[in-house]
């Protein structure tokens, strides 16, 4: 059993929360170099909102498990 601030690696809420990662980043590596190339502001409300998503992103991955050389599980 994991303590309540522990996301194991496995779970399924961590691969959904991955795959918005992910999702996020190709967003932003479309739109910021079409930002730049054609001078087209997007809307700085989702910008910030991004930002604040991959700031939680860092904290997420701070508490989420890990599996060392020996496929031991550590953080649990």
Do not use: C
Request: aromatic share 22%.
């Amino acid at each position: 059993m994991y303590p309540a601030t522990i996301i194991p690696s496995e779970s399924k809420y961590k691969h959904m929360w991955d795959v918005a990662i992910l999702l996020a980043v190709f967003y932003v590596a479309i739109v910021t170099p079409f930002d730049i190339g054609f001078d087209v502001q997007t809307s700085k409300g989702f910008e910030y909102f991004l930002t604040a998503f991959f700031i939680i992103d860092l904290f997420v991955n701070f508490r989420t498990t890990y599996y060392d050389d020996n496929k031991n599980e550590i953080g649990k």
